[in-house]
Structures are given as structure tokens and as C-alpha cells.
């Protein structure tokens, strides 16, 4: 199974952490969302799309990469590594994928460290050693093995 993997990450690099675990599992090529065409998509069977979370959202470099493409059917999983790892903050780019043909075959949440100069770290540590054990367990769900 052809598979490739589309991130983005800039904060601390936390979804790319996931991303490149995910990636040694399957066997995946890694893009990263900023260098992604849409026509880099074309051959693949399976697409995993994640992103760290800024002001609620997946960053604006995924929307738009999925929002020049036509149609994507295709199997797509979603993956996001934010301060409150939540399904809402899946919702849109969700209904975006859906809208464009993409059938949903996973959604995988992890917590990243956000650091802000004079706060308090939230998720110290985050993505640790048992978060990236998980995002593993998680691809190896995805092709059955
Ligand atoms: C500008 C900015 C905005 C953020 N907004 C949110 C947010 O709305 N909700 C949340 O749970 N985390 C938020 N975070 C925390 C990040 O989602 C978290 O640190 C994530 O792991 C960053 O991913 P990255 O290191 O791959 O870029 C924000 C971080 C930054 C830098």
C-alpha cells in the first residue's frame, strides 16, 4: 500500500514527532504541508493529514493544500498534536476531506508541549516516548498489522 503523510509543524516540532513515527510503521512518505502540492497526493492509497493546532484550528498551510484540490477520493487519516487534544478541532478539516469525496478511516489526538516565553509549559515532555508508542499502535491499526 502506497501511503503518504502530510504535516504541519513549527512550534516545537511535536506533529512531526507523530508524523515520523507514524511514517516508520507504514512505510509512509513524509511531505510537509508547506512543499505539498496537489498533485503530490495522485498515486497514493491511503493519506494521513496532521497538524499542531493554532487558535483552534489545523494551520492555515493544510487548509489551503486540501482546498486546491478537486475531488480526493481517497482513505484519509487525521492526526493533530495541540495544548487540549480535542475532536473539535478535527471538525473542519473533517468536513472539508469529506466535502472533496475522502472517506475518514482514522482520527488520532495527541497532547504537544506548547511553550510560551514567560509560561508555565503545558504538556511538559509532550509528545513522550508512550504518546509516539500510541501513534504507532494507532498506523499499525490502519493497514491491519
Ligand atoms: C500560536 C499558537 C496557538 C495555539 N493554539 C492552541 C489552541 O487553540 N488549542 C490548543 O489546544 N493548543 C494550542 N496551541 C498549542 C499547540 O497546538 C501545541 O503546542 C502543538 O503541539 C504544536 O505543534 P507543533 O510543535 O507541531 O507545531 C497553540 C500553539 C501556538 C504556538
Redesign the pocket.
Known sequence: MNILIIYK????????KVAKAMAEVLNATLKKAEDARPEDLAGFDLIGIGS?????KYHRHVFKLIEKIPRLEKDVFLFH?????DEKYDRPMKELLIAKGARIVGEFRCP???GFLGFIATNKGHPDEQDLEQARAFARGLTGG
Do not use: C, L, W
Request: net charge neutral; aromatic share 10%; no cysteine.
Open positions: 509543524s513549527y512550534h516545537r516540532m511535536n506533529t512531526e499542531g493546532i493554532y487558535g483552534g498534536t495541540a495544548g487540549g487534544p504537544g508541549q506548547a
